[in-house]
């Protein structure tokens, strides 16, 4: 078993690794002032790397040699920051990894434009996948990519069209439906399918890390949504208590919603149905979401979740020799709900 | 010589073929009301279809069939109208090919993603293309259009950062090398080598015809400069005047700021500095531009780079046997900077 600091070490390690990648993938040249040059701050701000890290480790699980997936784990990185830049516009975000959203501070024009520059820079690795790996899995790579960012984008419309439309009616298989979409599928799923591609040359199963990355991403998303109410100021490196302002459906608000009374759930509904969300009525909607046993209910089912991805983990893995690699796989699972930032 | 009707009829018959293309790249499936269904009836609309014809009869004119180009001209119609949706959250506009942009209709946040999902989008024909092509040919008409993608934003990046700025110190050269990244790139060029590309089974020198398609492209841009200020209510199918509400760096305005009097570019410059320009003085400004000759400027500037663009055609189609391809693109360069939509 891997302790607590071991796993943050290896972390630690692949995420170095990555970033070093990733600047190496932001141009240095003309437009700096307006495009590269926030770029490349905003890419070295760092995020945890976890997605990087599922992507390089599950190459070594399966017998690969980490620098095989270093590319595809650099453009796994460029996207999710692509990805987080629009997201921030899109939800009227404000802070990001402690500081200010790129829209916050450059401006919605320029800001969209710079998730479209990372959006088309993620694809230079992969291009550089065909001269480290051949262009029949360099193809297959891309792909996945692909696929990820489609579903990605269908996330995210089922998420705003909730909110643009006022809609409550929805369980937790509505969410995690959406969840699946929008955050498991670039941030687990492609990660691992990549890397097991790269790490066993096109032969693993892939369909099992699928179902691993599904459980993974949610336990992931369901930790991070309690975070957003649980953490103190500061710590957590965006808005505090973002979703509810932003009127962000999550497991918890669902419960909320089903567990208020009457008179509690139309506070809550009048203020979501509202553009505009005062910091007292946000903290009251927070309050109810402890006292109504939400943020419990969200941890619980996340525990259940963490449950079913150690049972998904063993079938993917099962064919992989034990390694360092597999153990830091199998220890993400219970880090995934236990972290705290 | 190809007269103006058959030229219109082949330009007709090349968006058809496109047409049918594009819609089937737009899936029919859920999630349809905050994505596909939006998607799917913007993309209808259609506009001219010049960018894709330029990809199909390229193909043509080096030897091709039409319909080895068919996914790529597609995947060129389906990246301008996610730049399209983009920009026009980016510029602030509010009328595209006729009716309310993308994020008027929507929203900002529905139609970000929506432009992300038609970017993502656009890499399907790309992926038939390894069926139909094989990989080789596949992956360097690829490689085109990432080329032209990240092409495409640092020239966005440029414009908006002169606004950003109140940049006005510019020469027509300043224009015309931010004209050739965000217009030319992904407009004239991607099409033209893509499609020469694929004619030639890769054999054509695709150099001619990048110096071809920078001067096309900058003659169509001047042009549609122009039309933005002359063309009649409805008729452009975008914002009356659109391009000096926005504050848009022109050939146009460039000229302006350099001829006018002191007073009058002092109005003119404030105008732009302000956030609030209001339609008379919006009319103002449209009115001291044909005033001081800055349209004739542009429209004889306009002129002399079509010149420019015929000498660069013979270069770049010297070895292709005569066709109708051919003295389609021919006569391309002409309608340039003739049409009046």
Redesign the interface.
């Known amino acids: 078993m891997v302790t607590a600091s071991a796993l943050g070490d290896r972390l630690d390690a692949y995420r170095d690794l990555t970033a070093d990648a990733v600047v190496r993938y932001v141009p240095v040249r003309?437009?700096r002032?307006?495009?590269y040059d926030p770029l490349r701050a905003y890419t070295m701000r760092g995020g945890k790397g976890l997605r990087p890290a599922l992507c390089l480790a599950a190459c070594e699980a399966f017998g690969g040699e980490v620098e095989d997936a270093l590319p595809s784990a650099a453009a796994v990185e460029l996207l999710h920051t692509a990805f987080l830049i629009?997201d921030d516009?899109?939800?009227g975000s404000e802070t990001r990894r402690g500081r200010s959203t790129m829209h916050v501070a450059?401006?919605?024009?320029?800001a969209?434009?710079?998730g479209?520059?990372l959006?088309?820079?993620c694809?230079?690795p992969l291009?550089d996948n065909?001269n480290l790996l051949g262009?029949?899995m360099s193809?297959l790579v891309t792909?996945e990519f692909?696929r990820a960012?489609?579903s990605t984008?269908?996330g995210?419309?089922?998420e705003?069209?909730w909110r643009?439309e006022d809609v409550f009616d929805l369980t937790p298989v509505d969410y995690l439906d959406m969840v699946l979409r929008k955050t498991c599928a670039y941030s687990t799923i492609l990660p691992l399918r990549a890397g097991a591609l790269l790490g066993s040359w096109g032969q693993a199963d892939l369909e099992p890390l699928t179902q691993f990355g599904y459980a993974l991403g949610a336990a992931f998303q369901i930790q991070d949504d309690v975070l957003d109410l649980v953490s103190e100021d500061g710590r957590y490196g965006k808005d505090v208590l973002g979703d509810v302002r932003e009127g962000k459906r999550t497991l918890i608000l669902l419960h909320l919603v089903h567990a208020a009374s009457a008179a509690d759930r139309e506070f809550v509904v009048a203020l979501l149905r509202s553009g505009s969300r005062p910091d007292g009525a946000v903290r009251r909607v927070a309050e109810m979401m402890r006292d109504y046993g939400s943020i419990d209910f969200a941890t619980a089912y996340a525990a259940t979740i963490a449950r079913s991805a150690a049972e998904s983990f063993d079938e993917a893995f099962a064919g992989c020799p034990p390694s360092s690699a597999v153990e830091f796989l199998r220890e993400i699972i219970p880090f995934m709900i236990h972290r705290s930032a």
Chains 1, 2 share one sequence.
């Open positions: 003309e437009p002032r307006h495009l629009h516009i899109e939800d450059y401006g919605v024009p320029l969209l434009n710079a479209d520059a959006a088309t820079l694809f230079r291009l065909v262009s029949r193809r792909a692909h960012m489609e984008v269908e995210q419309a089922i705003l069209g643009a």
